[in-house]
């Protein structure tokens, strides 16, 4: 598997894949931040309309996202039915009143605010949805860690993703050739083994890759030192892209966005309460 | 020589990340418990956070596990991930006394390393990860610190277990050839 | 003559963690433009004294340094990685290691970024330096997606971009199948004349680099200079084969025939070898002498593929209707370029991976459905790397791991583990850590370790990739008596040696198709079949050709029979 293919980069012709990384990943992160503080109904759905927004501008579709989309709408339900089972009064604890629609049994009645709760659960991790896939399908993986870098990070920690990403695909393939090769030495980790051999077999086939892999550390420090890897205390990137006037009318409304949630949680409270 | 283990760093922070993703991303080793993997990437963290040190450890668990949590497409849940990272942090200041790269690993650094990690896993999953949970996602308390406790015991037993195993191997392989005989 | 560009004067070097030193008394002078090949086997020195001029040693891998060594006027051992950096360009011999960007581009950009050069120029670099290696259509590639040879192109270009003025490379061939080999040292040939830098190359395949001219050959062994001088000269002695070092083939054939090796007579290059009358007679009658190896009979059919295709991906289809069959008792060699599929076949043979039509009969009964397990009682698989296949730390359990769940006792285990390291040689060591072996050793042990389970057939992935020529014989010699044992032995390599000298049957793959299934010789005297399989035509093929051989098929049939007899004489 490769690179591009890992974290799912879809190239293509749109405005936001003409965008820099840099201000994609500043306008993500703002954007993350802004439906991270508040719970008001009204400022997530505004939100999630400029997301929905963004995702149609990338003509991105929405099958090629599909497998994202369902293993999120999965982890959506689960956690949702999770909340539930423990506090099946969490909504109204956050909303004060307790307006009972029908019992089912024992302690779980199911409430008008618990249900608004969950939606606004929901609400709060569908908007990031949108721009988070557009983050990593609309920016080549070669922009992160010069993106990184201008956002004020460190260019080593930056280049250390960059190496993560080169090498994740050769792990992968070391990993997939180790362990088929310990299995036709009976070596396997599935549900016939008794757990404590399942244990000893992970050791069985983590020693070797971990081995490989110190090895492989040692030989790219070197070839990157010897190409001067760390002599300056900065580094310019091949794949930088000057910014252009879509740029900072991005980033503006990446600002903008933030600052909304921001003012609407100071002056109005974290959740918008319809129930007084 | 100092310059030299900054580039290190650098590179084993990537690969490192790279190994958590992989671990994390496509390898499932069902635990008995249903629909419950074992993590074994908390085992290869406390590995190389234990070589390499705090930093470097605590980077490890923050790029893999952002790497994990995006690649599944989703947004990143950020208070899962500072709670890897702090693993790798906490687990990584044991790196000194641990001096693994000596080989010799007796029962004295087996107790240290198990402590180490037992401590990191339970604060990470048991208050930092509920904690952030509630601050950022209003979650229910109960929900929260049960998802928590589940998380801290496993991934302390898998980082226990299997992370000693792997530790004690792996200074078995840098054992020095002193004296050996043929017979 | 200008002054040396690298100056070695008593120059000694101990790693930090060493008793003895590793280099001794080194006094050697390189000139600015020359071509200079440093051989030696495996262990020699000739790594560290590498490791010198590029800077990685001292300031990588610490020691003790005595004496001067300068390099292009910079004191060495005084100045760091960086500033050797500037003056010395160096192509590691593992291209994915080396290839450190996520893309071509970047990659050769990678010294430029560090030197904090502005973007416009940087491209503009890029583009000239790829230009001049013949990657420019390929900028925007991810590392899979290239050939070994385009990664190393790569590699090449990403230290040039610095203008350096010694280039310096680090066993170039040892991952490359001979044809892209030989492209390398024509692309490092081209390199040297258009912009004279001064190149040293360090390796042990001779014949490989003196394809083409090499000014002269340094031989270290033990940590000291044995030789400085041409190649002419040096292939007129003894003192590579007593080196370790293999001679070119030609030159081994020639002094069987009795023919007197002189540097008068051009021993270097093949096309450069001059011969007179007296020699070329020496060579037909050796010819005459020896008569033709004696046919061996046919054996039942151990392994049968038959119409196997194959593909990762639906869209990807990598085998392609590929039948064949594997006699009991063969030692046989899968050929071919890299990624044309030898390795997803053997992945098939050994049920890591199902064909999507086609069947697989071992002993005729059908094995297409069976388990990775229940194959692996009857083939067993080696690995190239033995570092990635070694799980334990100790010889005895690494050998028993197999066994553990194949319901025998623990006696029962016990002689069949330390039966199996008799056989290999191990028996000694049953109770060494396995980290105190040596590469040869390891990758024994690898074999013992499927050899325990007493398979048919044991299916080898390049087992003598990288080795110098002692550790290949070793390695080689080890799976011959095995063969005599009765084990099949089927082997992937890109080694024409090993082709020759120990696989009577080759199959050569090309773009994932058998394209032909016949002696080892043949494939290598047939200028189609060795090009379409990324081979090189045998040296003997050339010799018998220029001695007047008409038959020069059987010139080289002959020869590998008459080696072979002479080893038995030695056995």
């Known amino acids: 598997m490769a690179a591009k293919t890992v974290l799912n980069y879809l190239p293509r012709k749109s405005v936001v894949h003409s965008l820099t990384g840099t201000t994609k990943l500043a306008f993500f992160l703002c954007f993350t931040f802004a439906s991270m503080i508040t719970y008001d109904t009204r400022v997530l759905a505004g939100l999630l309309a400029v997301s929905l927004v963004c ?49 089912l049994f024992w302690r779980y009645d199911i409430t008008a605010e618990q249900l608004f709760y969950t939606l606004n659960i929901t609400l709060k991790y569908f908007v990031a949805l949108p721009v988070a896939i557009l983050f990593i399908s609309a920016t080549n993986p070669s922009e992160f860690a010069s993106s990184l870098n201008s956002i004020g990070i460190s260019y080593r920690v930056g280049y250390s993703v960059a190496i993560a990403l080169r090498y994740i695909p050769d792990i992968q393939r070391d990993y997939h050739n180790i362990s088929q090769a310990q299995q036709a030495r009976g070596v396997e980790l599935g549900k016939t083994e008794k757990l404590w051999t399942r244990l000893k077999n992970a050791v069985t086939i983590l020693l070797p890759l971990i081995l490989t892999s110190l090895n492989r550390i040692d030989v790219i420090s070197n070839a990157m030192e010897l190409r001067g890897f760390g002599k300056n205390p900065k580094r310019t990137w091949y794949t930088h892209r000057p910014f252009r006037t879509t740029d900072y009318l991005a980033l503006a409304l990446g600002a903008a966005l933030f600052a909304v949630s921001m003012t609407v949680t100071l002056v109005c409270g974290r959740f918008y309460n319809p129930f007084i | 020589m100092n310059k030299n283990s900054s580039v290190k760093t650098v590179v084993a922070v990537g690969i490192g990340a790279a190994l958590f993703f992989v671990l994390g991303r496509f390898v499932a080793i ?19 956070a234990a070589m390499y040190g705090p930093v470097a450890g605590g980077l490890i668990g923050f790029i893999g596990h952002t790497l994990i949590d995006l690649s599944w497409g989703g947004s990143p849940w950020w208070s899962w991930i500072i709670a890897s990272a702090f693993v790798g942090v906490v687990v990584g200041l044991f790196a000194k006394s641990l001096a693994l790269s000596e080989g010799d690993f007796g029962k004295k650094k087996m107790v240290t390393f198990a402590v180490a990690n037992v401590v990191a896993n339970a604060i990470a999953w048991g208050v930092i990860a509920p904690v952030l949970d509630i601050a950022i996602y209003s979650e229910p308390v109960e929900k929260v610190f049960a998802q928590g406790a589940m998380a801290a015991v496993a991934n302390s037993l898998t980082a226990v277990i299997i992370g000693l195993l792997l530790v004690v191997a792996f200074t078995k392989t840098i054992a020095k050839k002193g004296s050996l005989d043929k017979e | 003559m200008a002054d040396p560009i690298i100056s070695f004067k008593n120059f000694s070097f101990q790693y930090r963690a060493q008793k003895q030193p590793t280099l001794h008394d080194i006094n050697l002078d390189i000139y600015p433009g020359e071509r200079v090949l440093i051989a030696g086997p495996s262990g020699s020195g000739k790594s560290t004294l590498a490791s010198c001029i590029n800077g990685l040693i001292p300031f990588s891998y610490p020691g003790q340094c005595t004496g001067t060594l300068t390099v292009d006027g ?138 083409r001219h090499v000014d002269r050959i340094i031989l270290v062994n033990e940590g000291r200079i044995l030789a400085d001088t041409t190649p002419d000269q040096l292939l007129s002695g003894s003192l590579l084969r007593d080196n370790g070092i293999r001679e070119p083939l030609y030159l081994t054939a020639l002094k069987y025939a009795g023919v007197e090796i002189t540097p008068e007579k051009h021993p270097d290059h093949l096309d450069r070898l001059v011969l007179d009358e007296g020699d070329v007679r020496k060579v037909q009658d050796w010819f005459t002498a020896v ?281």
Not at chain 3, 77 to 96: E, N
Not at chain 3, 377 to 386: C, F, H, K, L, S
Not at chain 3, 486 to 501: C, K, P, S, Y
Request: hydrophobic residues 40%; charged residues 20%; aromatic residues 6%.
């Open chain 2, 30 to 48: 069902p635990s008995g418990i249903p629909n419950t993997n074992i993590s074994v990437q908390y085992a290869v963290l406390a590995l190389l």
């Open chain 1, 55 to 103: 995702f149609k501008l990338s003509h991105i579709k929405l099958r090629e996202v599909r497998f994202m989309l369902v293993f999120m709408l999965i982890f959506l339900v689960l956690n949702n039915l999770f909340i539930y089972l423990f506090s099946p009064d969490q909504g109204t604890a956050i909303y004060g009143t307790r307006t009972v629609l029908c019992h």
């Open chain 3, 74 to 211: 910079v004191d060495a051992p005084h100045s760091s990685i960086f500033q050797l950096s500037q003056h010395v360009g160096t192509v590691l011999q593992d291209p994915d290691g080396q290839f450190i960007g996520l893309t071509v581009g970047e990659d050769i950009a990678f010294s430029l970024e560090n030197d904090c050069v502005a973007q416009p120029e940087m491209k503009d670099t890029v583009k000239r330096v790829a230009g001049l290696v013949g990657v420019d259509g390929l900028l925007d590639l991810a590392p899979h997606e290239l050939s070994g040879g385009q990664k190393q192109r790569v590699g090449l270009a990403g230290v040039m971009v610095d203008r350096v003025q010694i280039l310096l490379f680090d066993e170039p061939l040892a991952n490359l199948d001979p044809a892209t080999g030989k492209s390398t040292m024509e692309l490092i040939d081209e390199i040297q004349e258009k912009t004279q830098t001064t190149v040293v190359i360090i390796e042990h395949r001779l014949e490989d680099v003196l394809w």
């Open chain 3, 291 to 571: 008569g033709q190896p004696p046919e061996k009979p046919e054996r039942p059919v151990l392994l049968e593929g038959k119409h196997l295709n194959f593909g990762y991906t639906p869209d990807r289809q990598i085998l392609h209707d590929v039948n064949f069959v594997i006699h009991e008792g063969e030692m046989v060699s899968i050929v071919g370029h890299n990624g044309t599929g030898k390795s997803t076949l053997a992945k098939l043979i050994c049920g890591f991976e199902t064909p999507d039509s086609g069947q697989l009969l071992l002993e005729g009964k059908d094995i297409t459905q069976d388990s990775i397990r229940s194959r692996a009682a009857q083939i067993g698989y080696v690995m190239q790397n033995p570092n990635q296949m070694i799980s334990k730390t100790m010889i005895f359990e690494e050998v028993a791991l197999g066994l553990s769940r194949s319901g025998l006792s623990q006696e029962e285990i016990r002689t069949r583990v330390e039966e199996t390291l008799k056989i290999c040689g191990l028996y000694p060591f049953r109770n060494w850590p396995i980290s105190a072996l040596s590469f040869g050793q390891k990758k024994r042990v690898t074999i013992a370790s499927v050899l325990v389970m007493g398979p048919k057939l044991i299916l080898l992935d390049e087992p003598t990739a990288g080795q110098d020529y002692r550790h290949y014989t070793e390695i080689m010699e080890f799976l011959r008596q095995l063969n005599r044992r009765g084990v099949t032995v089927v082997m992937i390599t890109h080694d024409m040696h090993l082709m020759l000298e120990y696989t009577p049957r080759a199959l050569a793959f090309s773009g994932g198709r058998l394209i032909a299934d016949t002696t080892a010789a043949q494939v290598l005297c047939d200028p189609e079949l060795t090009q379409r399989a990324a081979l090189k035509e045998t040296s003997l093929f050339g010799l018998a050709q220029k001695c007047g051989i008409d038959r020069p098929l059987e010139f080289v049939d002959r020869f590998i029979g008459y080696e072979e007899s002479q080893r038995e004489v030695k056995e």
